[in-house]
């Protein structure tokens, strides 16, 4: 090509054809000093179907490098004398032999290879510099075809980026039909909950599969990859934007403050970490009685204050919290400060049908981190409470409604430490979440299982709830009940439906018998409730923060309450569900519950027709509870007086 460049110059200067071969010597050293200095500067070793600017740059600097050899050997007598404006056209011409076949090669590998083998055509939503990186990632890729633009703004209409037309909108049905889309990914990472849920509904419609580019801080992060490309979830779906936390509630309880968090291991208690880890505690105890979720736990937290350069203490404590005494010493020895109570049952049928230790784990832990607290001095102690815990239908509310009159009956009893509680509701990405299980049932192939078709739920996100719980203890002032503000309420039938169409599926019912996925409708689960609540009754107030709400609710005085849970302690010990469930009942007046007890052992103890003795061992180890109750307490009092510690009355 060179060569060929050079005799070219040399016919356009002189305007008439001309033999080459008088010219051979300086046509022989543009091949010379083209290969050297190409060879040199790289050319040779790029690969064509992933060239960019560089290459560019690259092919100026090589030609130019050439040309000036070349004027060097003319003007030394090198050849025939040619005039420098003849090197000059060479240039020119030189650079659109060089730079453009590589690139036109590119276009032929890239485009029409691609279109060939790419098994999904796809329409780009948006045509910022995000959706141009998008297209130059997928340019050539044997999975996916970019053929369209699309961009809300008007004066990008009809523009080309990468060979692609940016269409508005409105042609984006057209473009399905003609262009055969499969598929739409969204390249609009900054864009708010509230704008995405609008181009989500405009989308849903057309039976296209709809995807999310990462937003490019995870990519650089490395959190995502530039090609990786996201399902949509149910944040986009609903909508909300999550609101900024105050900084200073966010620190008043935590920074430089020994903290606890019990339940470290689970879906809230470990965001609840990472979210404390962030405002610099002086210490941070995990206490957890899954030695898996523990050792999880303390290992991620302590990456991360390896990567932040975070000086702090983090103390792993297998522990569980109906150990009043042994959460007394860990929070005396430590100078626990704060505790977020994290630690609970909260799956509904499995509580339902495990009636003892929900009812021991949400209760009475509960009662014995909150007595522990009192006695180690610990200034705030905030329970990460539930919506079901409002008109309960169902053990799992009703035990969580319990532990909040427990807090709000302690609070009775003492101005050093303040006492609260934040009830919430459905958490995304929790344990039992029901966004991944449909999507897991989408790429299956289906049934989608949906309860009922008049279900609906709450939703927030892990951080967002995490961030809330630690703002609202921080305005506590004793006894409260915080209600976090949930947004509209989703329903779950139109959730499912929303994710099917957005996966570019169609939902398989009587008016579409042909549709790709079956929605199948169980049942409502063991006191499972249609609509879940977050107020008992209408009586609340704003707080500080927009999202938080300050309820005020009625609960029982505590020598009532007191003598409720001695009973339901004693009848835990002795097995006795039926009766543990009558103390709940009398506890938490709003609890309607089936008359029908679901414990799965209780179940089988009545089927195998157990002899009548056994109900008179139960009522024996009661009095027996009893007694042992009054002898080891007063033994206690009388210990605890004579090594100076003066234990509450109670």
């Given at each position: 090509?060179?060569?060929?460049?050079?005799?070219?110059?040399?016919?356009?200067?002189?305007?008439?054809?001309?033999?080459?071969?008088?010219?051979?010597?300086?046509?022989?050293?543009?091949?010379?000093?083209?290969?050297?200095?190409?060879?040199?500067?790289?050319?040779?070793?790029?690969?064509?179907?992933?060239?960019?600017?560089?290459?560019?740059?690259?092919?100026?600097?090589?030609?130019?490098?050439?040309?000036?050899?070349?004027?060097?050997?003319?003007?030394?007598?090198?050849?025939?004398?040619?005039?420098?404006?003849?090197?000059?056209?060479?240039?020119?011409?030189?650079?659109?032999?060089?730079?453009?076949?590589?690139?036109?090669i590119r276009f032929v590998c890239l485009y029409y290879g691609s279109e060939r083998h790419a098994t999904?055509?796809?329409?780009?939503?948006?045509?910022?510099?995000?959706?141009?990186?998008?297209?130059?990632?997928?340019?050539?890729?044997?999975?996916?075809?970019?053929?369209?633009?699309?961009d809300e703004r008007k004066a990008l209409h009809g523009s080309q980026i990468n060979g692609m037309t940016?269409?508005?909108?409105?042609?984006?049905?057209?473009?399905?039909?003609?262009?055969?889309?499969?598929?739409?990914?969204?390249?609009?990472?900054?864009?708010?909950?509230?704008?995405?849920?609008?181009?989500?509904?405009?989308?849903?419609?057309?039976?296209?599969?709809?995807?999310?580019?990462?937003?490019?801080?995870?990519?650089?992060?490395?959190?995502?990859?530039?090609?990786?490309?996201?399902?949509?979830?149910?944040?986009?779906?609903?909508?909300?934007?999550?609101?900024?936390?105050?900084?200073?509630?966010?620190?008043?309880?935590?920074?430089?403050?020994?903290?606890?968090?019990?339940?470290?291991?689970?879906?809230?208690?470990?965001?609840?970490?990472?979210?404390?880890?962030?405002?610099?505690?002086?210490?941070?105890?995990?206490?957890?009685?899954?030695?898996?979720?523990?050792?999880?736990?303390?290992?991620?937290?302590?990456?991360?204050?390896?990567?932040?350069?975070?000086?702090?203490?983090?103390?792993?404590?297998?522990?569980?919290?109906?150990?009043?005494?042994?959460?007394?010493?860990?929070?005396?020895?430590?100078?626990?400060?704060?505790?977020?109570?994290?630690?609970?049952?909260?799956?509904?049928?499995?509580?339902?049908?495990?009636?003892?230790?929900?009812?021991?784990?949400?209760?009475?832990?509960?009662?014995?981190?909150?007595?522990?607290?009192?006695?180690?001095?610990?200034?705030?102690?905030?329970?990460?409470?539930?919506?079901?815990?409002?008109?309960?239908?169902?053990?799992?509310?009703?035990?969580?409604?319990?532990?909040?009159?427990?807090?709000?009956?302690?609070?009775?009893?003492?101005?050093?430490?303040?006492?609260?509680?934040?009830?919430?509701?459905?958490?995304?990405?929790?344990?039992?979440?029901?966004?991944?299980?449909?999507?897991?049932?989408?790429?299956?192939?289906?049934?989608?299982?949906?309860?009922?078709?008049?279900?609906?739920?709450?939703?927030?996100?892990?951080?967002?709830?995490?961030?809330?719980?630690?703002?609202?203890?921080?305005?506590?002032?004793?006894?409260?009940?915080?209600?976090?503000?949930?947004?509209?309420?989703?329903?779950?039938?139109?959730?499912?439906?929303?994710?099917?169409?957005?996966?570019?599926?169609?939902?398989?019912?009587?008016?579409?018998?042909?549709?790709?996925?079956?929605?199948?409708?169980?049942?409502?689960?063991?006191?499972?409730?249609?609509?879940?609540?977050?107020?008992?009754?209408?009586?609340?107030?704003?707080?500080?923060?927009?999202?938080?709400?300050?309820?005020?609710?009625?609960?029982?005085?505590?020598?009532?309450?007191?003598?409720?849970?001695?009973?339901?302690?004693?009848?835990?010990?002795?097995?006795?569900?039926?009766?543990?469930?009558?103390?709940?009942?009398?506890?938490?007046?709003?609890?309607?519950?089936?008359?029908?007890?679901?414990?799965?052992?209780?179940?089988?103890?009545?089927?195998?027709?157990?002899?009548?003795?056994?109900?008179?061992?139960?009522?024996?180890?009661?009095?027996?509870?009893?007694?042992?109750?009054?002898?080891?307490?007063?033994?206690?009092?009388?210990?605890?007086?004579?090594?100076?510690?003066?234990?509450?009355?109670?």
């Amino acid at each position: 090509m060179l060569p060929t460049a050079l005799w070219a110059s040399l016919v356009l200067k002189a305007d008439r054809l001309i033999d080459p071969a008088p010219y051979a010597v300086l046509l022989g050293a543009a091949v010379l000093s083209g290969v050297a200095t190409f060879s040199l500067l790289g050319m040779y070793h790029t690969i064509i179907r992933f060239m960019g600017a560089k290459t560019i740059e690259r092919a100026v600097l090589a030609v130019t490098s050439s040309v000036v050899l070349l004027w060097l050997l003319n003007r030394n007598g090198i050849g025939l004398s040619v005039p420098t404006s003849t090197l000059a056209v060479y240039m020119t011409i030189g650079l659109v032999y060089v730079g453009g076949s590589r690139f036109l090669i590119r276009f032929v590998c890239l485009y029409y290879g691609s279109e060939r083998h790419a098994t999904k055509r796809v329409a780009i939503y948006g045509a910022g510099e995000p959706g141009a990186r998008l297209s130059a990632a997928l340019i050539g890729s044997s999975d996916f075809h970019p053929v369209a633009f699309i961009d809300e703004r008007k004066a990008l209409h009809g523009s080309q980026i990468n060979g692609m037309t940016v269409y508005s909108p409105k042609d984006l049905r057209q473009l399905v039909l003609t262009r055969k889309v499969e598929r739409v990914l969204l390249a609009t990472p900054s864009a708010s909950h509230r704008r995405r849920r609008e181009v989500l509904s405009a989308l849903q419609a057309l039976g296209v599969h709809v995807q999310f580019l990462p937003d490019f801080a995870d990519i650089i992060s490395g959190k995502a990859r530039i090609g990786e490309l996201r399902e949509v979830d149910v944040c986009d779906l609903l909508g909300r934007d999550p609101v900024p936390p105050d900084t200073q509630l966010f620190e008043s309880c935590i920074l430089g403050k020994s903290v606890m968090v019990t339940g470290a291991g689970g879906s809230i208690g470990s965001e609840l970490c990472r979210q404390i880890l962030s405002v610099a505690p002086k210490r941070l105890v995990l206490v957890e009685m899954s030695e898996l979720a523990l050792y999880t736990a303390e290992r991620e937290l302590l990456d991360i204050a390896s990567g932040a350069s975070l000086k702090l203490e983090i103390i792993p404590l297998l522990c569980d919290a109906s150990h009043k005494d042994r959460l007394r010493d860990v929070m005396l020895v430590y100078g626990v400060q704060t505790v977020y109570h994290a630690a609970a049952y909260k799956h509904v049928p499995m509580v339902e049908h495990n009636v003892i230790r929900g009812i021991q784990n949400n209760v009475i832990c509960t009662w014995n981190a909150a007595e522990a607290a009192l006695q180690a001095g610990v200034e705030t102690f905030v329970l990460v409470s539930t919506d079901k815990a409002v008109n309960p239908t169902n053990v799992m509310g009703a035990t969580k409604r319990l532990a909040e009159q427990v807090l709000q009956g302690l609070q009775a009893r003492t101005t050093a430490t303040r006492f609260c509680m934040v009830r919430f509701g459905n958490v995304l990405g929790s344990s039992g979440s029901v966004v991944p299980l449909f999507r897991e049932q989408i790429r299956r192939g289906g049934p989608v299982t949906v309860t009922h078709p008049q279900v609906i739920r709450y939703f927030m996100t892990i951080p967002e709830a995490a961030q809330l719980v630690i703002q609202a203890g921080s305005m506590a002032r004793g006894g409260d009940v915080f209600v976090l503000n949930m947004g509209r309420p989703v329903r779950i039938d139109d959730l499912a439906r929303r994710m099917i169409n957005l996966m570019g599926l169609s939902v398989r019912d009587s008016t579409n018998p042909d549709g790709d996925i079956e929605i199948h409708y169980t049942g409502l689960r063991s006191a499972e409730k249609l609509f879940e609540e977050l107020l008992i009754g209408n009586t609340v107030t704003q707080t500080d923060h927009p999202m938080i709400m300050r309820a005020i609710e009625h609960a029982l005085p505590w020598d009532r309450l007191h003598g409720l849970l001695t009973e339901l302690t004693v009848a835990l010990d002795c097995g006795d569900v039926g009766r543990a469930l009558e103390l709940l009942r009398q506890a938490v007046a709003e609890y309607r519950p089936n008359e029908e007890i679901r414990d799965y052992v209780w179940e089988r103890r009545a089927a195998t027709l157990l002899p009548a003795a056994s109900d008179t061992r139960i009522a024996a180890l009661g009095v027996k509870r009893r007694q042992l109750d009054v002898l080891s307490g007063a033994a206690l009092a009388k210990r605890r007086t004579k090594d100076g510690f003066v234990p509450n009355p109670s």
